[in-house]
């Protein structure tokens, strides 16, 4: 089983950047596809980004492209997610996920999850 922790967030202003990270623990880090979710108040969870076993292949939801950029350290088992441009609307609690297959990560979901990390954007 593996265990995921969040850590990075914070209070930006708009603009502004972060860089997420969710070390994991326990399992293959390796062996699994990644991915970055978030929730804001009220809403429902959604999917960020994405990132294979070894890196070659990544997904974007099409709010965060081209300011957000997912990436991983199989060595150092720690995935990040680096957040610029930020907006108010990028407010919520992100969490990271694993799961052995990418298809499931891709399409917004996996097995295990961390506890999540608050992301305020003030404007």
């Known amino acids: 089983q593996v265990q995921l922790v969040e850590s990075g967030g914070g209070l930006v202003q708009a603009g502004g950047s972060l860089r997420l990270s969710c070390a994991t623990s326990g399992g293959t880090f390796s062996s699994y596809a990644m991915g970055w979710f978030r929730q804001a108040p009220g809403k429902e969870r959604e999917f960020v980004a994405g990132?294979?076993?070894?890196?070659?292949?990544?997904s974007y939801a099409d709010s965060v492209k081209g300011r957000f950029t997912i990436s991983r350290d199989n060595a150092k088992k720690t995935m990040y997610l680096q957040m610029n441009s930020l907006k108010p609307e990028d407010t919520a609690v992100y969490y990271c996920a694993a799961d052995p297959n990418w298809a499931v990560v891709a399409g917004g979901t996996g097995r295990y999850w961390g506890q999540g990390t608050q992301v305020t954007v003030s404007s």
């Open positions: 990132i294979s076993w070894t890196g070659i292949r990544t």
